[in-house]
């Protein structure tokens, strides 16, 4: 008998040994909240910024042409040559021009003696008609052919001044101060000048490198927050740290159409609508060249001093918006609605319903979650 409560009591404490090592390696109840990231309700600045790329171009750019047509005989710059206004950049051939005048001017040394010897002529009849030795005609032709070499010698007097002119355009001087830029002539080659009736060839151009332009196409959405006169500072992806300051010049009043706009009909999807706009700066830095492209920044509007929240932090529901805060670990989650103001990239501006220090959820807690997922309406 002894020995059977003996065996008994043995089993029981087996029993309740068993029974809290059992209770001992139960893993406890995990908290449904505890991978849920939060953050604090935080006074500051919050900056809505337009951002858009462009290409830089020079303000003042040149196409130099000649007047006249002719064969090139020097190249006086290269590409990337800095010029000054009316530096010799071109000389084409001068031969054949000089040729014509040289042969122009022999040609007006024997008019100037007839013209000499018909005055002589004409002063003399002249005398003798005072005297009633010669006639009214007599009188008459002589001065008919004065009048004849004098027009003869002022014809080719002209003829002379536009083979001069001619001859002066045949060098090719820079219009302005400036960087040589697309170079395409080298001696030998003819040149076709520009006429009334011929765009003629462009051998290369002048650009004014000291104040550039970013041209650039914006969005509808974005050109509302845009207007001239408005700062706003470029960066340059080939220049890292390299910042300066611009300002908008021109805003199209018209807009270009999308590029994809009949895919994008078949595909029952907007339209994309652009509007050119073109910022000026000036240039300091040398390696700001035309070509690059530019990250445009704007500051659109701001507001300083305010109550601000991540934006992950704030939901939204046709009701409004809201947001889930508490006063510390060990208080409740609640669902307080606030009101919005301007958006930054991350934050978000709380004119209502927030005091900086709350603590907010960047996530719906879990008894605001329903079966299957949904967050709980109010």
Same mark, same amino acid.
């Given at each position: 008998?002894?020995?059977?409560?003996? =065996?008994?009591?043995?089993?029981? @404490? &087996?029993? @309740?040994?068993? +029974?809290?090592?059992?209770?001992?390696?139960?893993? $406890?109840?995990?908290?449904?909240?505890?991978?849920? =990231? =939060?953050?604090?309700?935080?006074?500051?600045?919050?900056?809505?910024?337009?951002? +858009?790329?462009?290409?830089?171009?020079?303000?003042?750019?040149?196409?130099?042409?000649?007047?006249?047509?002719?064969?090139?005989?020097?190249?006086?710059?290269?590409?990337?040559?800095?010029?000054?206004?009316?530096?010799?950049?071109?000389? /084409?051939?001068?031969?054949?021009?000089?040729?014509?005048?040289?042969?122009?001017?022999?040609?007006?040394?024997? &008019?100037?003696?007839?013209?000499?010897?018909?005055?002589?002529?004409?002063?003399?009849?002249?005398?003798?008609?005072?005297?009633? +030795?010669?006639?009214?005609?007599?009188?008459?032709?002589? $001065?008919?052919?004065?009048?004849? *070499?004098?027009?003869?010698?002022?014809?080719?007097?002209?003829?002379?001044?536009?083979?001069?002119?001619?001859?002066?355009?045949?060098?090719? &001087? @820079?219009?302005?101060?400036?960087?040589?830029?697309? /170079?395409?002539?080298?001696?030998?080659?003819?040149? &076709?000048?520009?006429?009334?009736?011929?765009?003629?060839?462009?051998?290369?151009?002048? $650009?004014?490198?000291?104040?550039?332009?970013?041209?650039?196409?914006?969005?509808?959405?974005?050109? !509302?927050?845009?207007?001239?006169?408005?700062? !706003? %500072? /470029?960066?340059?992806?080939?220049?890292?740290?390299?910042?300066?300051? %611009?300002?908008?010049?021109?805003?199209?009043?018209?807009?270009?159409?999308?590029?994809?706009?009949?895919?994008?009909?078949?595909?029952?999807?907007?339209?994309?609508?652009?509007?050119?706009?073109?910022?000026?700066?000036?240039?300091?830095?040398?390696?700001?060249?035309?070509?690059?492209?530019? *990250?445009?920044?704007?500051?659109?509007?701001?507001? #300083?001093?305010?109550? =601000?929240?991540?934006?992950?932090?704030?939901?939204?529901?046709?009701?409004?918006?809201?947001?889930?805060?508490? #006063?510390?670990?060990?208080?409740?989650?609640?669902?307080?609605?606030?009101?919005?103001?301007?958006?930054?990239?991350?934050?978000?501006?709380?004119?209502?319903? /927030?005091?900086?220090?709350?603590?907010? @959820?960047?996530?719906?807690?879990?008894? +605001?979650?329903?079966?299957?997922?949904? !967050?709980?309406?109010?």
């Amino acid at each position: 008998m002894i020995r059977l409560l003996q =065996t008994l009591i043995l089993i029981a @404490a &087996v029993g @309740a040994a068993g +029974f809290f090592v059992l209770r001992a390696l139960r893993p $406890a109840e995990e908290d449904p909240d505890q991978n849920l =990231t =939060t953050a604090v309700a935080d006074g500051g600045d919050i900056v809505r910024e337009v951002r +858009f790329i462009g290409s830089v171009i020079p303000v003042l750019i040149t196409e130099v042409k000649s007047e006249v047509s002719g064969r090139v005989v020097e190249v006086h710059v290269d590409n990337g040559d800095e010029v000054e206004e009316g530096q010799v950049l071109i000389r /084409l051939d001068p031969r054949e021009i000089s040729g014509e005048i040289e042969e122009l001017q022999r040609e007006m040394n024997s &008019v100037r003696l007839r013209v000499e010897r018909a005055r002589r002529d004409y002063e003399r009849i002249s005398g003798l008609h005072e005297r009633e +030795f010669a006639t009214d005609q007599q009188k008459l032709d002589a $001065a008919t052919e004065l009048a004849l *070499m004098e027009n003869d010698l002022e014809v080719r007097q002209a003829r002379l001044d536009t083979l001069n002119d001619r001859l002066s355009r045949l060098t090719i &001087v @820079a219009p302005h101060d400036g960087i040589v830029l697309n /170079l395409d002539i080298s001696p030998g080659r003819v040149l &076709v000048g520009a006429s009334g009736v011929a765009e003629g060839d462009v051998p290369l151009e002048i $650009a004014d490198l000291r104040r550039m332009r970013v041209e650039a196409r914006v969005s509808e959405l974005d050109l !509302a927050y845009l207007r001239t006169g408005q700062n !706003a %500072a /470029l960066t340059f992806g080939s220049i890292p740290g390299l910042e300066v300051p %611009a300002e908008v010049v021109h805003i199209s009043p018209s807009a270009e159409g999308g590029g994809a706009s009949a895919s994008r009909r078949q595909q029952n999807q907007p339209e994309t609508v652009l509007f050119p706009v073109s910022l000026s700066f000036e240039v300091e830095d040398e390696r700001v060249r035309p070509g690059i492209s530019a *990250m445009v920044t704007i500051e659109a509007e701001r507001s #300083d001093g305010v109550v =601000t929240a991540p934006i992950s932090a704030v939901f939204y529901e046709r009701a409004g918006s809201y947001v889930f805060r508490r #006063d510390g670990a060990d208080s409740p989650w609640e669902k307080r609605r606030v009101e919005v103001g301007l958006a930054g990239l991350r934050r978000v501006e709380i004119r209502e319903g /927030l005091d900086e220090g709350d603590e907010l @959820a960047l996530g719906v807690p879990s008894e +605001f979650i329903e079966p299957g997922g949904a !967050a709980s309406e109010d």
